[in-house]
């Protein structure tokens, strides 16, 4: 079994700082929750897969994704990376261990208010090993509309939208899905190739191709503007 990371993208409204990485933050708009300070999540950014790759903390102490701008692996986080002169207002991509273990009154849901999209639309995953090691898998809302052996015509909804009444696909392109695409597996890919296997689901796309599609980010929280990959 391979060892991985996987991330769940919340939105972040900072609302305390602790340290220069540690803060508390809400996942929803504080103004609609009083500003209520019990409901903050906290989340050290710092312990990110980068500190990991620095040997400084083990895969088990992760809590976020790398920030956007780390320059060899750039992750979705966008909060931060120092406070107090970091994002205040943007996404956190918790691990997603750390969001099973928040107490029920704070765990926010997956998919926030205001967003019509399935759930692994703002997951990642990162491989620590394996056949997959150093890859990093986003998910989309996808289609597959033609194929030719293990390459499928692919059409791709932008991410955080796969639910939006009448929303078009972002593009439709051809791709070899063992090269480009997390093999299928239960909660991540579940669309592929071949007779009998669903041809409209979820499909994570490594780093690289997305980047290449030029796909954007979900919109985190969702009133933000979109970032390109």
């Known amino acids: ?100 273990a928040l107490p029920p009154l704070i765990r926010p849901p997956r998919v926030p208010v205001g967003m019509l999209c399935h759930d692994y639309e703002l997951e990642t995953v990162w491989y620590w090993d394996g056949t997959l090691a150093n890859r990093r898998f986003h998910g989309f809302y996808a289609q597959i509309v033609a194929e030719k052996g293990t390459q499928a015509q692919c059409s791709i909804y932008p991410a955080g939208k796969g639910l939006v009444p009448d929303q078009q696909p972002a593009g439709t392109w051809w791709l070899n899905l063992p090269t480009v695409a997390h093999p299928l597996e239960t909660g991540f890919t579940t669309i592929w190739t071949g007779t009998g296997n669903p041809k409209i689901g979820a499909l994570f796309l490594d780093h690289p191709t997305v980047m290449h599609l030029a796909l954007d980010k979900p919109k985190l929280p969702p009133t933000q503007g979109a970032d390109l990959f």
């Open 1 to 100: 079994m391979s060892t991985r990371s996987i991330f769940y993208g919340l939105p972040a409204y900072v609302g305390t700082m602790t340290g220069q990485t540690q803060c508390g933050f809400w996942p929803v708009d504080p103004a609609t929750i009083d500003w209520n300070p019990a409901l903050l999540i906290s989340v050290n950014i710092a312990k990110n897969p980068q500190a990991v790759r620095n040997g400084l903390i083990g895969v088990s102490a992760i809590e976020a994704d790398d920030y956007i701008t780390n320059p060899t692996y750039p992750g979705m986080t966008s909060i931060g990376p120092m406070f107090p002169d970091g994002t205040t207002v943007g996404a956190c991509y918790y691990q997603s261990a750390h969001y099973d």
